[in-house]
């Protein structure tokens, strides 16, 4: 939302068929089943002759099936790779000024950066090998054949993202596919996590599901007085949801603290509080003050190993 506006942007996979360069940095499709057909569309891009470069710690299945070059990476570096590639971008004039000018604000602050006006560091190869392990020619390689392939999807897997400070290896790759001009075109990519999907699913939008069930609403949204912390609320203003992110605090703090309740029991599908909650040490504190929780899963998760 921040970035875009929208919660998804990305391209279908069918598309990439109509890409000359695929990038699937910290992404492991052949294993982890993110929307479906995307191996399939893969392989038929790879008999295609599209080039497809997988960029991972690991010599993972995708490296070994899907993609024509495997470039190993230090984890959690990913976004000064990243950076280094906006280096050569930037200071080899390949950026698409056009798309710039007229579809974005704020690149002047982050060229700045990259360039080390800001902290007297430029992001160069040089520089982002020492931290990455990527050979600064590689590093250079990429940047130039991604800029100049056109169309190229740069496809961020959601892994490198949860690592400390993982949100920057987004916002950097959703800079570079704007630096390219590979947003909104076929054969290109919005990258950036909620973005890979191409589309959402329908129960995203509209009204609550609640509103469409046979049920009716929740009565504990339909009674919920405004709140001094309303704002912090998913579904706004008359909703008892609270953010993901205020977790923690709601559960630590209650009613005390503005929250819709005293909360005793947590029922968690398919959810893994343990890495998908900022402040790991919070959340797992705020947990163990809970007199009941059930962890609904296929596997035994951090989040219940950590709760035994």
Known sequence: MASYGAIAGGNTRDDFLNSKLIILWGWNPSVTIAFGM???????????????????????????????????????TDAAMMA?????????????????TRLTIGFEKFRDYVLGAEDGQPKTPSWASRICGVPAPVI????????????????????????????????????????TGNIGVPGGNAPGYGAMGGVLPPVSFGPPVSSRMKGGPNPLDAASAPRPLEKFNSMGSGSARVNRFHLADAILRGRRGGYPADYKAL??????????????????????????????????????????
Not at 84 to 100: G, K, P, Q, R, S
Request: charged share 20%.
């Open 84 to 100: 280094a590639m906006a280096y050569v971008i930037i200071t080899e004039n390949l950026c698409d000024e056009a798309f710039l």
């Open 267 to 308: 029922y968690m599908v398919t959810l893994n509080y343990a890495n998908q909650c900022s402040n790991t040490n919070k959340i797992l504190r705020a947990l163990k003050k809970l007199e009941f929780i059930v962890v609904h899963e296929q596997f035994m998760t951090p989040t219940r190993n950590l709760l035994t």
């Open 38 to 76: 995307t191996s399939f569309y893969l392989a038929l891009a790879r008999e295609a002759g599209v080039r497809i470069v997988a960029i991972d710690p690991q010599y993972t299945d995708t490296g070994a099936v899907l993609a024509s070059e495997w470039i190993p990476i230090r984890p959690n």
């Open 140 to 179: 250079a390689s990429l940047a130039r054949d991604y800029a100049r392939a056109r169309p190229a999807a740069l496809m961020d897997g959601i892994a490198p993202g949860r690592t400390a400070y993982g949100e920057q290896y987004h916002r950097i790759a959703v800079a570079l596919a704007a630096m």
